[in-house]
């Protein structure tokens, strides 16, 4: 069975039908868990560098792909290299071949329950037309306070779906950076005031 550690619960009959694997997320810090206790529309993880943010990003979007059949799922960073190196080859090194396949031109990875993981970057205004249009379940911004947040709102647009999935936002954050302010008072005002819904 796959362990659904990640999210809300969910009838059994949806329910991953993949009985012979069984996710394991591994040990996990304080604020890992919580994060992936969540069940709230948006979540941010915040802290210094090497607290395990990046990390606690992979094991979630994992976990959600084998814990809701058909789930899409976002992640993004600012630059390719980064999502390369800190997302894409590390989640290709934890999943089992033999139950995902992952399509390196449109940098997305299929699981075998209809779940998919897009990686994406955003290099600019430019950005907006690759992503207009798309839906997603959960959206991931990785280093959130690298972003605008203009650019944090129109991924926001994207968070849409007819399906029985809850619609998640995940933010992790440093310190510092261009977008500093609005993570900050984001985090600090009511979210339903901030966000439009």
Request: with cysteine; glycine share 10%.
């Amino acid at each position: 069975s796959v362990s659904a550690f990640t999210e809300d619960a969910m009838p059994k009959q949806k329910r991953s039908t993949q009985t012979n694997f069984t996710w394991d997320p591994g040990h996990a810090n304080e604020k890992q868990l919580l994060f992936y206790q969540s069940r709230t529309m948006y979540t941010a993880y915040g802290g210094a560098r090497g607290g395990g943010k990046t990390h606690a990003v992979r094991i979630k979007a994992v976990g959600g792909a084998f814990t809701w059949p058909g789930i899409r799922i976002l992640i993004v960073r600012k630059t390719y290299p980064e999502l390369q190196s800190n997302h894409i080859e590390p989640i290709l090194k934890m999943v089992p071949q033999e139950l995902t396949s992952y399509n390196g031109t449109l940098h997305t990875l299929y699981f075998q329950n209809g779940s998919t993981i897009h990686f994406g970057h955003w290099s600019g205004i430019t950005s907006e037309s690759e992503y207009q249009g798309q839906e997603y379940d959960w959206i991931f911004m990785d280093e959130a306070t690298q972003f605008t947040e203009r650019e944090f709102r129109f991924l926001g647009g994207c968070l849409r779906g007819v399906n029985e999935i809850p619609k998640r936002f995940y933010l992790t954050c440093n310190p510092g950076g261009v977008g500093h302010r609005w993570v900050k008072r984001l985090l600090s005002t009511e979210i339903s005031r901030q966000i439009p819904t």
